[in-house]
């Protein structure tokens, strides 16, 4: 059964920065449209970023100009730079497909951001 990994998560103040890495036991990563997605507290998951295996990617709103998604199918990984971080990031973050037939949900890394 195909696995994803989701790591990097962590503290941080306000202001801040983390990078999110994915990952997954299988070359599953590496020939999907991958995307991130978050669930705070209380909420629905919602889609965060993604990117085509052409490297071209999509951005929420509320992330644009502050997060950067990227791939290394060589590495079968997928990262999520996350800058400028604001509270209103705190969540938990997984990564899937971007195509609607999800794998089976890793359990995410939690980022908490501090005011």
């Known amino acids: 059964q195909v696995e994803l990994v989701e790591s990097g998560g962590g503290l941080v103040q306000a202001g801040g920065s983390l990078r999110l890495s994915c990952s997954s036991s299988?070359?599953?990563?590496?020939?999907?449209?991958m995307a991130w997605y978050r669930q705070a507290p209380g909420k629905q998951r919602v889609g965060v970023a993604s990117?085509?295996?052409?490297?071209?990617?999509k951005y929420a709103d509320f992330v644009k100009g502050r997060f950067t998604i990227s791939r290394d199918n060589a590495k079968n990984t997928v990262y999520l730079q996350m800058n400028s971080l604001k509270p209103e990031d705190t969540a938990i973050y997984y990564c899937?497909?971007?195509?609607?037939?999800?794998?089976?949900w890793g359990q995410g890394t939690q980022v908490t951001v501090s005011s």
């Open positions: 990117i085509l295996t052409d490297g071209a990617t």
């Open positions: 299988r070359g599953i990563i590496s020939i999907n449209p």
């Open positions: 899937n497909t971007d195509h609607g037939d999800y794998l089976p």
